[in-house]
């Protein structure tokens, strides 16, 4: 599953094949109102978790398959009177970077990249169905080249670093950049 942001407060949501909710039945035409009803309840806990939507939200959204026989969801948040909700959140001390990547292999690539331009560091975090990247009391020369390759390959967070660490599971610490391009 892959979740980014869109512009005008909507997501998209990319569900593959091997992903559990996909494969529960033969086909997205064969799924029961119980598998539906559990796979938006999935997604709506998702969205609530990792962009500050209140649980008494709504959803609308537009469901296709693409070429690649990837399931896609746009998705708006509605409040109560069906006006659209802003996708924001806290925004992060000025000492702080925090991003989430949706796929792993954006991990990698903006890890290569970093070494490549000599920037380490960094604490892996996971808080599903997410990735995420944190540096704390980044180094004014180092701020801008790591903020532009971290834009690059993922999304800032909406959510605070005190928040990802209590939910999350930490991977790495202090070491993250070396830890991903080392494999």
Known sequence: MELYTLPEDRLM???HEEDRFYS???SVECWSSKQSEMLFAVLFQIICDHFNIGEDAQLHAEISRSWDD???FI???LDE???KLKISGSPARKSELLFRFAAREDLIFLSKQARSIALTGGTLIFFYPF????FEDVPVSAAKDLEMLMEEYGERSCLDAASIRQRGTVLQERN???FLADG
């Open 131 to 134: 990735s995420y990247l944190l």
């Open 75 to 77: 998705v708006e948040c």
């Open 70 to 72: 990837v399931l896609l």
């Open 24 to 26: 529960e039945g033969n």
């Open 13 to 15: 949501i990319r569900l």
């Open 176 to 178: 993250a950049l070396s």
């Open 81 to 83: 009177e069906g006006r």
